[in-house]
């Protein structure tokens, strides 16, 4: 028996498979966004109809952004998640789409066949959704009154997550 | 902010390429000189070489062409060009997308592990060659030098015709 | 009935397995003929259930018997037979399936061709075959099952592969070579794991493990090389090597495999570095393990992912388990295998092997650390961070041209000690053939530090291999010898020797070629309308129209590009994006003209509704040497296989 091989051989293996089996219950699309805590971005973009909506417009009630596109399989998803949330909320939180990555007319097409919970802001250069750090549509931001971001889900809103969410902030 | 709100309103076409208030608050004062022309696009070449494409399979945003790498190299650009420093670029995108946007760790702190354990591995190794080295027996016999010599070529020929 | 006949064929794999892997372990304990007999037989039907569950799997995929919950899941009625014949391994219960049935060949490989001279060793070889083939079988039997009836109602039709796959004829063989490498890996590795519990490693050993190391090792090395060239004819950034987690998986078990051939040469030569060249073995099988689970689990790529399903822990168990075993082993048998007492010298050839091993067994650690970093670093700081191509160069390309000087300064080197004239001799003389090349270089347009000292490397490195591989036809010349003769001889009496020398012209070709088109890539964006035009290098491209191309699978827009070379056309390109109606996102193809020199590479990037499109050309050059080098290492390899064993005894 050599001790020298087992214990160099463990030293390795051991924290090798410890971490890889810790590694096994990240989920690798989750990034936690060095966002929150801080205040969101300021954007001032048009929405289908070329009217201007400002985030500092919509200050002093909670704001939850979502970036979604038509071709995005999970923004359909959640679809009816944010017209619900969208009702509940009314008149004590803004709900805001910016559009990721797509054009306004599928966009419209899509408003109008399956509803709106908010204006669809167009972001054509990215500029919104870099500042934002979005990685792929769907992204969620919910921001305090005050503009700070509070929370950011990546993938599809979770009902209960929003509106924890948004008591804690009422 | 009363001019991002008026540069932004401009429309699609004026944003990108665009220094905004934001940015200046996020970063300070530019740290290095405006860009442009050739030295410009290198640059940016540069800086978004060591930037994780966020929609790709670990390409950087320099080899990427999806939009969302196009948007990024455009706002790079727009950065180098106002004179912000590469440093400040890949804090820029730092901030909004994290510490995962940087495809070469930064080195300080933990991260430090992944730059130092190879290096440190390679010492090791030379230190266990040096060794096996060493523990050869007895240093080369001077007086049988000539022989040595002729043995070391008779073993060659051998190698070289019969193995 | 598909299914049904499929799962009783994938228990009746892990029935073989169970039963035969203790019958191995007896077999090689008791030396026991009949064991061995019995092993040997079950070894052969292993690889027959294994190859007619995966003809059953190919007859349902082609049928498209969506009844199969596996062909509903990637067949298509739409797909081309070729793409229905291939997607056997487009999914991960699939190419599960396709590993066993490669594990099986393997192992019906060496129960065949190992039959004589390997008896002392057989046994245990088969045996842990046997043992890796039993986890395989559990997981197609059992969670990994691709026969499993699809809950009705049946489908009429199907999803089809991952549109990657279709995209492309390459990606119908960079797979198998991938599989036939890495699966291969396991023989080497069961012949340690022989050698260790025999407690011996004689030349009966040696021969059969560099043969079965060489094999895969070449296979994984034109896996590799096919998965560069399909991501250049594919992916469409114009470039071969990511250092995608993906590509480092299938890297890290070549690096250790390259090692491990090195240092049997020394184990041949000398009659040290057994119990390395045995770690390097095992190590090189436990990176294939470690290279599938990390990107099939989703711990690091999440394109894969298989976290929720009970497949990815299961790797982990299995890979602890091999891992733990191999420890314990190493620990309780290694001080068998006693090394005669090294007498060697690092000016020698001895030295140069050490440091090759060292150097590579680096690269693969960094690559390794690289890898890992992102799931330690998460796991201590809660962060995710990246680890990437930046990082990969910046550490490894230094290793990599100390590498290139190895093998220009190793071979050079005379086995044994020498005395110093001998060293100055063999170190100076190729010293001028690096500086020509160096002056060719600059001469080209190159100033680049990295590529002119690659350049002087691969020059040298050039000299010294012409020289080693024509030696032993001038020591034949020499004697009296015809030259006709002299060469024919030398290639008979030792292929291996020239073979080894052609792997390493092969390589450094594809050094020189990498460094060439990793730092003089020209490129240019622009959007054109249709007959205006865009230079890129020496070249000017006008677009003269786009089309639309409708084939059953997909849709393809086409742009057609006319290419003009110095003013004079010479040709039209047509890169395209796919659309793939099952599947949401676009795929661009683009399209390569390719000379000696250079490449001509377009990438369709959009295509406007106005029919203005935007385009991209890079100009790359060398990168058809690059297919090239590693093509010359594998016509190498072949001749190391070439056993000279039979004509020196018709000699004798």
């Known amino acids: ?170 | 902010m009363v001019l991002a709100i008026l540069v932004a309103s401009l429309g699609p076409a004026a944003g990108q390429g665009v220094i905004e208030e934001r940015d200046r608050v996020l970063l300070g004062e530019p740290a290095g000189r405006p860009l442009a022309g050739e030295e410009l696009r290198q640059a940016t070449e540069a800086v978004t070489s060591l930037m994780r494409c966020p929609v790709c399979q670990g390409l950087s945003v320099a080899d990427s062409h999806t939009p969302s790498a196009i948007a990024m190299k455009a706002k790079a650009e727009a950065l180098l060009a106002a004179g912000y420093s590469s440093a400040q670029v890949l804090i820029y995108f730092e901030s909004s997308y994290g510490e995962f946007i940087r495809l070469e760790p930064r080195p300080e702190g933990f991260n430090l592990v992944v730059w130092i354990l190879p290096g440190v591995a390679l010492l090791i190794g030379l230190g266990l060659v040096w060794m096996r080295i060493r523990r050869r027996p007895a240093a080369p016999r001077e007086a049988e030098k000539p022989e040595e010599d002729l043995e070391a070529y008779r073993r060659r020929v051998r190698e070289e015709i019969g193995r | 009935m598909t299914s049904l006949v499929g799962q009783g064929l994938a228990l009746v794999a892990l029935f073989l397995c169970a039963f035969g892997t203790p019958i191995g372990f007896v077999a090689g304990a008791r030396r026991s003929e009949s064991a061995l007999k019995l092993v040997r037989r079950l070894a052969l039907a292993f690889a027959g259930v294994m190859l007619a569950a995966n003809l059953l799997m190919e007859y349902a995929l082609v049928t498209h018997d969506f009844s199969v919950s596996y062909v509903a899941q990637v067949g298509s009625r739409a797909t081309p037979l070729h793409i229905a014949i291939v997607s056997l391994w487009s999914s991960l219960e699939g190419s599960i399936l396709f590993w066993g049935l490669v594990l099986g060949l393997y192992t019906a490989a060496v129960a065949v061709l190992q039959r004589r001279g390997h008896e002392d060793y057989l046994g245990y070889t088969l045996g842990t075959l046997l043992a890796i083939g039993l986890f395989f079988s559990f997981m197609i039997a059992g969670p990994a099952n691709p026969f499993r009836p699809t809950p009705p109602p049946v489908p009429p039709d199907g999803p089809g592969p991952n549109p990657l796959l279709q995209n492309h004829l390459l990606m119908i063989v960079h797979p198998p070579m991938l599989y036939l490498g890495y699966v291969g890996m396991s023989v080497p590795f069961a012949m340690a794991v022989a050698a260790l519990l025999r407690g011996q490693l004689g030349p009966t050993w040696l021969k059969p493990l560099r043969n079965w190391l060489l094999v895969p090792t070449s296979f994984l090395t034109l896996g590799i090389m096919l998965g560069g060239w399909w991501s250049y004819e594919v992916l469409g950034w114009g470039g071969y090597w990511a250092w995608d987690p993906v590509e480092n998986a299938s890297f890290l078990p070549w690096l250790t495999a390259v090692a491990a051939l090195h240092s049997a040469i020394v184990q041949q030569r000398r009659g040290t570095l057994k119990a390395w060249t045995v770690i390097l073995v095992m190590i090189t099988f436990l990176l294939t393990i470690l290279g599938t689970f990390l990107t099939r689990s989703g711990v690091v790529n999440s394109v894969h992912s298989f976290t929720q399903s009970p497949i990815g822990p299961l790797f982990l168990v299995f890979l602890g388990i091999a891992l733990v075993a191999t420890v314990a082993l190493l620990a309780w048998r290694v001080e068998s295998l006693v090394s005669e007492p090294s007498e060697d010298s690092i000016v020698a050839r001895e030295g140069a092997f050490l440091l090759n091993n060292l150097l590579l067994v680096t690269v693969m650690f960094t690559v390794l650390v690289g890898t890992l970093f992102p799931i330690v670093a998460e796991a201590v700081r809660g962060v995710k961070v990246s680890v990437g191509e930046p990082f990969y160069n910046r550490m490894s390309v230094p290793v990599f041209l100390a590498l290139l000087l190895l093998m220009g300064v190793g071979p050079a080197l005379p086995w044994g000690r020498s005395s110093r004239q001998q060293l100055v001799r063999a170190l100076v003389v190729p010293l001028p053939a690096g500086l020509v090349v160096v002056a060719l270089t600059v001469l080209l347009g190159a100033r680049s530090g990295y590529v002119l000292l690659t350049a002087f490397l691969a020059g040298y490195a050039l000299w010294v291999t012409t020289d080693q591989s024509l030696r032993p036809v001038r020591v034949r010349t020499g004697k009296g010898e015809s030259l006709g003769r002299a060469a024919r001889e030398s290639l008979w009496r030792s292929p291996r020797r020239l073979g080894a020398y052609v792997v390493h012209f092969g390589v450094i070709v594809t050094f020189v070629a990498i460094a060439v088109s990793a730092n003089y890539q020209t490129s240019h964006e622009a959007t054109l309308a249709p007959g205006e035009s865009m230079p890129v290098g020496q070249y000017r491209l006008t677009y003269d129209e786009s089309r639309v191309d409708r084939r059953p699978h997909l849709v393809a827009q086409l742009a057609e590009i006319d290419i003009e070379r110095n003013g004079r056309l010479v040709g039209e390109l047509e890169p395209s994006i796919n659309h793939y109606p099952t599947q949401r996102e676009p795929l661009g193809t683009p399209a390569v003209r390719t000379t000696w020199s250079h490449d001509l590479y377009l990438t369709l990037m959009n295509v406007g509704t106005d029919g203005s499109i935007g385009l991209r050309a890079i100009v790359t050059p060398a990168v058809v040497w690059i297919w090239i080098g590693v093509l010359v290492r594998v016509v190498g390899t072949v001749l190391c296989l070439l056993s000279p064993a039979r004509r020196r005894e018709a000699a004798t």
């Open chain 1, 1 to 170: 028996m050599n001790r020298v091989v087992l214990v160099v051989g463990l030293l390795i293996v051991v924290p090798l498979l410890i971490f890889l089996a810790i590694g096994f219950r990240f989920d690798p699309r989750t990034i936690e966004s060095p966002l929150v805590g801080k205040p969101a971005p300021e954007f001032s973009l048009v929405d289908l109809d070329g009217r201007p909506v400002a985030l500092d417009d919509l200050l002093g009630r909670p704001v939850v952004i979502n970036f979604w596109a038509t071709w995005c399989q999970t923004c359909i998803v959640e679809h009816p998640i944010l017209l619900q949330a969208a009702r509940s909320y009314e008149g004590r939180a803004h709900f805001v789409g910016i559009v990721y990555q797509d054009e306004p007319e599928p966009i419209r097409r899509f408003v109008e066949r399956r509803g709106a919970w908010g204006p669809s802001l167009l972001d054509p250069s990215s500029r919104v959704a870099i500042a934002y750090g979005v990685y792929g549509a769907p992204e969620t931001f919910i921001l305090d009154s005050e503009g700070r971001v509070v929370r950011k889900v990546t993938g599809m809103v979770d009902w209960d997550v929003l509106t924890e969410t948004l008591d804690s902030l009422l």
